[in-house]
Every structure is written in structure tokens, then in C-alpha cells.
């Protein structure tokens, strides 16, 4: 019997709203079994990220409660710098019975040309792709996904403008993202 997985991979730095509502989106209008969430160990373009460890505390705290998500530590076990074609043929190689969609946001798309081995990922897991407003692509349907950022978040709350995200943010993930101090 085949199990039906939508991978959502992102440096999640922090989880926000929209990725919540990515989740809640394909596991509610796709025939997927389940949603897989998979924070990037080491980021391959170099971005500077909270701990790998943080991030993935604060993916339990935003996605955890959504029935049918598992957050996977797949990238920290395969080490060194995350590859989606790495982690997918990995997943594949360990879950034979795996139809795997990989689950991304139009503005994603942009870097696209960038991504290693990217015709051999859509291969193994074809695209979802899901509209970001003001982001959009013909590829993806309607507009599902608001104008949110990881990165707008991150400037905001390092200028001091926490109420400016707190509605963009799940509230255990803020919580700890001022317990923690991260991003000021």
C-alpha cells in the first residue's frame, strides 16, 4: 500500500502562520496521508540560522498540534549542508512505499534554477506549489498563502516591533523567540 507525503522543507527561521497554513492547506485539500516537515540542517545558500535545534523546538510548537504533521530530523541525522534532492532520495530509498509530493511556495520557485539536481527532485517528488499573494505563479492555483516572511519577522522583532508580528507568528513560537532572545 502506498503512503501519500507532502515534505515541507524550509530553514522555518521562525515558523509563521503561513507555513501553519500550508499544512493545514495540502493535508485538507490534497490527497495526502501526511505532511512532513523538514527544517534545513545547514542552509545551502548560506544563510545565517537560528540552531538547528531551536528551530526545530519551535517547528513542534507551531505544526505539533496539527493532526496528521510529523516534524522529521531527517537533514540533522544525513548531516552537513541540506540538499532537497539528498533528503528526498533519502526518504525514498527508506520508505519504499512513499509517493512523495514536495510541498513549496511560489516565491520558492524563484530559486529554483539554483537547486541542485532540481529536474531529478521533481522526478522524485513532483511540485505542490502553493500562491504566495503578491508572489504568484501560473503554476500554482489560487492565492492560498498570505504575504508573509520569515525574514520581514526576523527585521521586525530585531527592530523591537513585536506586536507588529505577534499575529503572524503561532503564539508558542513567539513565546520563545523572546524567552530565548533570538533575532533581537
Not at 527532485?121 to 504568484?136: D, F, K, T, Y
Not at 530585531?158 to 503564539?171: T, Y
Amino acid at each position: 500500500m502506498t503512503t501519500r507525503v507532502a515534505v515541507f522543507g524550509g530553514s522555518f527561521n521562525p515558523p509563521h502562520v503561513a507555513h501553519v497554513l500550508t499544512a493545514s492547506y495540502v493535508l485538507s485539500t490534497c490527497d495526502i496521508d501526511y505532511f512532513l516537515v523538514v527544517p534545513c540542517f545547514i542552509h545551502p545558500f548560506a544563510k545565517s540560522l537560528a540552531s538547528f535545534d531551536m528551530r526545530l523546538e519551535m517547528c513542534r510548537k507551531a505544526f505539533g498540534w496539527l493532526p496528521g504533521v510529523e516534524i522529521s530530523e531527517v537533514e540533522r541525522q544525513l548531516g552537513g549542508e541540506s540538499r532537497t534532492l539528498r533528503t528526498l532520495q533519502h526518504l525514498a530509498a527508506t520508505n519504499p512505499n512513499w509517493s512523495m509530493r514536495l510541498v513549496v511556495g511560489s516565491d520558492v520557485l524563484q530559486d529554483a534554477s539554483r537547486w541542485y539536481g532540481f529536474s531529478e527532485i521533481e522526478r522524485l517528488a513532483p511540485l505542490l506549489v502553493l500562491n504566495r499573494i503578491g508572489m504568484e505563479s501560473a503554476e500554482a492555483g489560487p492565492q492560498v498563502l498570505p504575504n508573509v516572511s520569515s525574514s520581514g519577522i526576523r527585521a521586525a522583532i530585531a527592530k523591537g516591533q513585536i506586536e507588529d508580528v505577534r499575529a503572524l507568528l503561532p503564539k508558542g513560537v513567539l513565546a520563545q523567540i523572546l524567552d530565548e532572545g533570538l533575532y533581537a
